[in-house]
């Protein structure tokens, strides 16, 4: 490995690590923006490292083949004396000038060149199933939910199913010309640059709550999601000081949206008052949430409803992750900069339906709502 390739071999590992472009342009002291530039050839995505295929031609080889044809010898006296077929070294000569024009290191060069030849991708050699997954994406279904899909009603047919690596690749590598580059706004996050799953976002600590029952009391049953009922939640936030309520239900990720008018705990806690109503008690026993003051009357909640309320420990949202991954998946439907105001429960309960139509790694690839409604039957 030279040493641009050792270079580069850095960038990409530190790039999967979740490191910054800063970060990774001052490990060579340039501007991040010659970084962004590598990586935006293939989308982020590393490319796939050359390999010499054991059957190839060795550069010591060219060069006995070229020292054989400098003294005359016979095509089948230079295979006989690398122990190679008599064709392949007829075939090397003519495909790289001819016995006067043969030099070793321009046919190994040659060689690495043709390498680069991309493989033809599936989706580009399928385009039935390429319009398949086009469309499911458009759909606001995620690369995984539709691979997942794709084994899930074609069991065993691999013609009929693809990767998500795969589909991932087609949309960011535009160079393998299967699915159209605007297809990356309906992705989850629209990003230019694919980026690592190591790469996370700082979170603020929102302040106290007074008589905050901690996570770690909750009990087992919540933790494993051995049980239906118990449930996440969050306020997602947009432009003009506008906010909503976000429900995920922790066994069938069955999500609801509550339209709220403020983020005061008063206007909060009687929205979710008001929307947990609706719902049998069976079904919602339990609410965990971050530690944000908009919850801070959550005695007055549990009260009215008779749901306990436990709270994330202090600057860790992770705890309740399947509301944060949610939350991810909502702003797809409402990215930041966006008025929520302006949008009616009619509207927040139509978003919620297509998410929760939505098949899910996790569940196996049934939907939230086909497994939220087992549970509804169950309890009538």
């Known amino acids: ?42 989308g982020g995505i590393q490319p796939t490292p050359r390999h010499r295929s054991r059957l190839a031609l060795t550069l010591a080889e060219r060069e006995e083949i070229s020292r054989g044809l400098v003294a005359g ?3 089948r006296a230079i295979a006989a004396l690398l122990k190679r077929a008599p064709s392949s070294i007829s075939r090397e000569i003519r495909r790289n000038g001819g016995p006067g024009n043969y030099r070793a290191n321009q046919a190994e060069q040659a060689a690495w060149e043709r390498a680069r030849r991309p493989k033809l991708c599936k989706l580009a050699a399928n385009r039935g199933l390429a319009e398949l997954v086009a469309s499911k994406l458009q759909m606001q279904w995620s690369p995984e939910q539709i691979a997942g899909w794709l084994r899930y009603v074609h069991p065993g047919a691999r013609d009929n199913q693809v990767s998500h690596e795969t ?4 949309l960011y590598i535009q160079a393998r010309g299967a699915l159209k580059k605007e297809l990356l706004a309906y992705l989850r ?3 230019a640059m694919r980026r ?3 790469h996370t976002q700082k979170t603020d600590n929102h302040g106290r709550i007074i008589d905050a029952v901690s996570i770690s009391e909750r009990p087992a049953a919540v933790e494993d999601r051995a049980v239906p009922g118990h449930w996440e939640g969050d306020l997602l936030c947009g432009s003009a000081n506008s906010q909503i309520a976000t429900l995920v239900e922790r066994q069938t990720r069955y999500v609801m949206l509550v339209k709220v008018k403020g983020k005061d705990t008063e206007t909060v806690v009687s929205a979710l008052i008001g929307h947990a109503r609706k719902l049998p008690q069976e079904l919602y026993q339990s609410l965990t949430w971050d530690r944000g003051k908009e919850m801070a009357g959550h005695k007055r909640f549990t009260l009215a409803t008779d749901i306990k309320v436990y709270f994330c420990d202090p600057q860790n949202p992770w705890q309740r992750g399947t509301n944060e991954n949610t939350n991810g998946l909502l702003r797809q439907y409402f990215p930041k900069g966006v008025d929520l105001s302006a949008y009616s429960q009619a509207e927040l309960d139509k ?5 929760n139509e939505r098949p899910r790694k996790t569940l196996n690839y049934e939907t939230p ?4 409604q087992q549970c509804v039957a169950s309890t009538g």
């Open 1 to 42: 490995m030279d040493g641009l390739d050792a270079y580069k071999a850095l960038m990409w590992e530190r790039w999967r690590k979740g490191d910054s472009l800063q970060q990774i342009a001052q490990l060579f002291d340039r501007n991040h923006s010659s970084i962004q530039r590598i990586l935006a050839e293939t």
């Open 73 to 75: 010898r016979s095509i």
């Open 167 to 170: 589909i991932y690749r087609s």
């Open 189 to 191: 996050r629209a990003r």
């Open 196 to 198: 690592s799953r190591h």
């Open 351 to 355: 978003v919620a339906r297509q998410l």
């Open 369 to 372: 709502a086909q497994r939220f």
